[in-house]
Each structure stands twice: as C-alpha cells, then as structure tokens.
T-cell receptor, first 113, second 113 residues
Framework: AQRVTQPEKLLSVFKGAPVELKCNYS??????LFWYVQYSRQRLQLLLR??SRESIKGFTADLNKGETSFHLKKPFAQEEDSAMYYC???????????????FGKGTLLTVNP | GAGVSQSPRYKVAKRGQDVALRCDPI?????LFWYQQALGQGPEFLTY????????KSGLPSDRFFAERPEGSVSTLKIQRTQQEDSAVYLC???????????FGSGTRLTVV
C-alpha cells in the first residue's frame, strides 16, 4: 500500500532563510509526486509536480528514488509562503493512468518577519 | 463557473440525520473525486468518477456513504445516519483528464452533533 510521510507538523523560519519541507513516500510502483498548498482561507491548490521539473514561486522539489523522498525547498522564504503544505502521491491505475492521490498529513509553514 | 463549487459550505447535522453534499465540477471535466479531510489530517480518497461511471469507491468508509454523478456533471455525496466520526471537511476535485492536475473545491465542513 502507498504511504506519504511528512515528519514535521510545524515549521517556522525567518524571512530570507532557506526552507525545506520533508516528504518521504512508500510505493511499489513508479511514483508520481506532487506538492499542494493551502493558504489561509483558500482552497487546496497544486504547487508543483515532479514530472514537470519546474520551479513555482521559487520552490523546487526533486524526486530521490533511492531515498524515496520528495522534499520541497526554497532558498529564501517569504512571508507570503506561510501556508499548509501537503505532499501527495498518485496511484490507482485506470486505463494506463494513475488517478488516486494519497496525501501526507501536512506541514504548516510559518515565515516570520 | 470558473472553479469547482461545493455546497453547502457548512453543515451541522444531528447524529442519525441524513445529509447530501453537492459538487459542481468545472464544465467539461471528465474526472471527479471526493476526499474526506479530518481535523489535523491530510485529505483521504473516498471515490472517483469518470463521467457518470463510478470507477473506484474503495475509500468510502461504510455503506452509509453513497456517491452519484448521474449525468456526468454534478455529483452528490450522501451520508446516511450520520455519526460523530463523520465530522470532517469533504472536498471535491475535478480534472479534465487523469494526467492533468486536479482543481479542488473549497469543501463542505460537516459537523455532526
């Protein structure tokens, strides 16, 4: 069975400091991994996906299959980055595509001025 | 509409009462998902529709939970004889295709008293 672990429930950093939100996964197949973000009073939204290998709002995440990790990083945190971050793994194949998201419990990031 | 719309936003139900939660996906989105998010947890998969076909209902916690999408657009999640453990935020998400990112609604917060 698939599992996503986010070991830190809370993470607090100062503005301008580097930030790393940890995510580890357990999955027997080829993983598709995502980071979702939920800002205060807003809906859950996609931040980035590993297959895109893109940087969104200065965040990057690299899939490390050896360590089964997909940590989210940003070199210089901003106050507007304060939010709840969820790591998610896609599984449950249907017609050749995965569809089911398994989420971690989330990490609440607070960026202090 | 521009996004996924869920109603009601908040629902308070007495234990034993039946409730119905509605989801209006983005027009044209083939895939529709329901997730349950308990307090302090990440969203957990309940069920998946492709058009009007319910392809996966493995996440529904009991036979008191029932979901439908009769015309391949609007979906309803029904919970019969609600229990206190059903208290959670129920999220709906839709996607044009499975390989695309999912757009989440704002959720319905159900409180069973």
């Amino acid at each position: 069975a698939q599992r996503v672990t986010q070991p830190e429930k809370l993470l607090s950093v100062f503005k301008g400091a580097p930030v790393e939100l940890k995510c580890n996964y357990s999955y027997s197949g080829s993983p598709e991994l995502f980071w979702y973000v939920q800002y205060s009073r807003q809906r859950l939204q996609l931040l980035l996906r590993h297959i895109s290998r893109e940087s969104i709002k200065g965040f990057t995440a690299d899939l490390n299959k050896g360590e089964t990790s997909f940590h989210l990083k940003k070199p210089f945190a901003q106050e507007e980055d304060s939010a709840m971050y969820y790591c998610a793994l896609k599984s449950g194949n249907s017609g050749g595509s995965n569809y089911k998201l398994t989420f971690g419990k989330g990490t609440l990031l607070t960026v202090n001025p | 509409g521009a996004g996924v719309s869920q109603s009601p936003r908040y629902k308070v139900a007495k234990r034993g009462q039946d409730v119905a939660l509605r989801c209006d996906p983005i027009s044209g989105h083939v895939s529709l998902f329901w997730y349950q998010q308990a307090l302090g947890q990440g969203p957990e998969f309940l069920t998946y529709f492709q058009n009007e076909a319910q392809l996966d209902k493995s996440g529904l916690p009991s036979d008191r939970f029932f979901a439908e999408r009769p015309e391949g657009s609007v979906s309803t999640l029904k919970i019969q004889r609600t229990q206190q453990e059903d208290s959670a935020v129920y999220l709906c998400a839709s996607s044009l295709q499975m390989d695309y990112g999912y757009t989440f609604g704002s959720g319905t917060r159900l409180t069973v008293v």
